[in-house]
């Protein structure tokens, strides 16, 4: 049983930053690529980056590309999202994800991922 735990979010005003943790147990967190998406209210789950399962690679979304960056220490099993630059629109509950997928290609779609944390809530005011 593999288990993603979200953590660091919180309220946060606008032009400030905020790093998201999310723990991966159960199985090998190395052999997972680990993605970020987010969901604000009535709006649909929306991809934010990926880190490869090395860590060589990362990929944003354009609506984050700039402001966002991701990373993973895979002795502590944790990846990380740093958010800065906060604007209100990033208001959503944050959630990682786990895919053992051997073709790394559509890695924005959540069916991608096999794994999925319960979020973690970030709120910016402005």
């Known amino acids: 049983q593999v288990q993603l735990v979200e953590s660091g979010g919180g309220l946060v005003q606008a032009g400030g930053s905020l790093r998201l943790s999310c723990v991966v147990s159960?199985?090998?967190?190395?052999?997972?690529?680990m993605g970020w998406f987010r969901q604000a209210p009535g709006k649909e789950r929306e991809f934010v980056g990926v880190i490869r399962r090395s860590g060589s690679s990362t990929y944003y979304a354009d609506s984050v590309k700039g402001r966002a960056a991701i990373s993973r220490d895979n002795a502590k099993n944790t990846v990380y999202l740093q958010m800065n630059s906060l604007k209100p629109e990033d208001t959503a509950v944050y959630y990682c994800a786990a895919s053992s997928r051997i073709l790394f290609n559509n890695y924005i779609f959540r069916n991608w991922y096999d794994y999925w944390g319960q979020g973690t809530q970030v709120t910016v005011s402005s």
């Open positions: 159960g199985r090998t967190f190395s052999s997972y690529d």
